[in-house]
């Protein structure tokens, strides 16, 4: 049974920082693409981040560059997400997400599984 849990949300001030982990019960973890998604209310779910199956190759989303890194530790079958210089504009529900193909793409439609969410509130 595939499982990903979630886990380093909280609440911060903007100029923060918050660390996201994903701690992934799959089998054959090293063949996922895995990423952080996020939805905040009222709006869409939209991608975020997402590292290759060998972790050597990494895609963020526009508003998020420079700011966040994406990394994974396959020994660990653990995913994360450093978030600097944190806005307002990032509070949302953060979502560990996992898909079995060979580009990684920041397409939900892409992945497989997802996690419950962490909730990350940035207050001004």
């Known amino acids: 049974q595939v499982q990903l849990m979630e886990s380093g949300g909280g609440s911060v001030q903007a100029g923060g920082s918050l660390r996201l982990s994903c701690a992934a019960s799959?089998?054959?973890?090293?063949?996922?693409?895995m990423g952080w998604f996020r939805q905040a209310p009222g709006k869409e779910r939209e991608g975020v981040a997402v590292?290759?199956?060998?972790?050597?190759?990494?895609t963020y989303a526009d508003p998020v560059k420079g700011r966040f890194t994406v990394s994974r530790d396959n020994a660990k079958n653990t995913l994360y997400l450093q978030m600097n210089s944190l806005e307002p504009e990032d509070t949302a529900m953060y979502y560990c997400?996992?898909?079995?193909?060979?580009?990684?793409?920041?397409?939900?439609?892409?992945?497989?599984?997802w996690g419950q969410g962490t909730q990350v509130t940035v207050s001004s």
């Open positions: 799959i089998p054959f973890y090293r063949q996922y693409c």
């Open positions: 997400t996992a898909g079995r193909r060979y580009s990684c793409t920041l397409s939900a439609r892409e992945y497989d599984y």
């Open positions: 590292v290759s199956r060998s972790g050597g190759s990494t």
